[in-house]
């Protein structure tokens, strides 16, 4: 139980503190990739498109207007330290190339030793770059890739803008590669929260186990104490009719050998001629004695007013016998210490073999042959035989 609670409630809790803190994460991600891909229009916005379309043709090209070209950029880049590397392309046949990077002008204000691309250098493709992106640049989209790189600078996150002349013709793109330390040191801080979340949530779903088991087991014992209690009779503590049903049911399907059954009536009542009083003194003597004189393994019970059954296994005849003579002849050795009470009881005595027996047919057996014990004189033992039934 303390198991599968703790489970239950660890699910539950982990979910209630998983699913928002991934769900939580993922949007803070979208909002970086969104912030990102601002940064990469606004770069793209300073950039003088009709400067920059002269450069994609390599006759065109000069210090001076190369220069003039990069000079906006050099000042976006300056002014925010999060950029790695600010850059622009062109496609080529589905091939980009470097057009202007700023960290090859002398003026870029940067703490980061950066590896200047030449013009018109051939870029690589990573395998962020593996989808239709220079397509969707191309259609007037701003492409922000999907997951973060790292180089040798560190970790980031690159947003590509297309940039427009004045005659709103498309004349290559902007790169960003926007740096992700701040992001990280904020993401570590939430996944210290989200851990601590879980193992509060984990610990609580321990106490939930914890006390939902010790609920439990109280309701198991209580439950128990109540069956007990229906089984048992108040008076004796010996089995009641119900508890004897069951514990004969029980022991019939274990021992298949040869059964005895008795049954063990007070012959005087007790209770018209003394009292209450004094006939629950004589059913209290007379279920300690049956107490005594039965084997290990034997069960009793009062089934009601002045009669008790006996049903012992792996008994036969004599042994049957046995059990009977020992509660007669201690009865008659330990007389009751009230004056005038005088008692005796008769016992019948029935055997069966297992495959044969069962509760009513033992009962009913044994009954009988109680009937020809008190038909031939009190304090006797009477035996079932089939004649028995038919006399």
């Not at 209630?16 to 909002?31: G, H, T």
């Not at 010790?214 to 004796?236: F, V």
């Not at 009062?302 to 049957?320: H, K, N, T, V, Y």
């Amino acid at each position: 139980m303390f198991i599968a609670a703790s489970l239950a409630a660890a699910a539950i809790f982990v979910s209630i503190v998983a699913i928002p803190q991934w769900l939580s994460k993922q949007a803070r991600w979208d909002a970086l990739r969104s912030h990102v891909g601002e940064i990469g229009e606004l770069a793209a916005s300073v950039v003088d498109g009709d400067l920059h379309r002269e450069l994609l043709t390599p006759a065109n090209y000069s210090d001076e207007l190369y220069a003039r070209a990069l000079k906006p950029l050099v000042r976006f880049h300056s002014a925010n330290h999060n950029i790695f590397y600010l850059y622009t392309m062109v496609d080529r046949d589905g091939v980009p190339y470097f057009v202007l990077d700023t960290a090859a002008s002398p003026d870029l204000r940067t703490d980061r030793q950066l590896r200047a691309s030449a013009y018109m250098e051939r870029f690589d493709l990573r395998k962020e770059y593996e989808d239709d992106w220079l397509d969707q640049i191309a259609s007037g989209k701003t492409y922000v890739t999907p997951n973060f790189e790292q180089d040798e600078y560190g970790d980031f996150l690159t947003a590509h803008a297309p940039i427009y002349d004045s005659k709103g013709r498309y004349s290559g793109f902007v790169g960003v590669d926007f740096d992700l330390q701040y992001y990280f040191a904020q993401e570590a801080r939430f996944r210290a929260i989200a851990i601590g979340s879980l193992v509060a949530a984990l610990i609580l779903a321990l106490m939930i186990g914890f006390l939902a088991e010790r609920y439990h087991s109280a309701m198991r014992h209580r439950i128990q104490e109540y069956y007990d209690t229906s089984i048992r009779d108040s008076l004796t503590g010996l089995l009641n009719r119900r508890g004897a049903v069951a514990a004969i049911d029980k022991s019939l399907a274990r021992h298949t050998g040869s059964n005895a059954t008795l049954l063990v009536d007070v012959d005087n009542m007790i209770n018209d001629l003394r009292g209450h009083v004094a006939g629950d003194a004589v059913i209290a003597r007379t279920a300690e004695t049956i107490r005594q004189s039965i084997r290990e393994g034997d069960e009793c019970a009062r089934l009601g007013g002045d009669e008790f059954i006996i049903f012992a296994p792996d008994c036969d005849l004599e042994g049957a016998k046995e059990i009977a003579r020992q509660i007669l002849e201690r009865l008659a050795k330990h007389a009751m210490p009230l004056a005038g009470v005088r008692f005796g009881v008769s016992i019948g005595i029935a055997v069966h073999e297992g495959a044969d027996a069962d509760f009513a047919k033992m009962y009913r057996d044994a009954d009988e042959a109680l009937y020809q014990a008190r038909a031939d004189g009190k304090s006797r033992i009477g035996l079932f035989t089939p004649s028995t039934t038919a006399a």
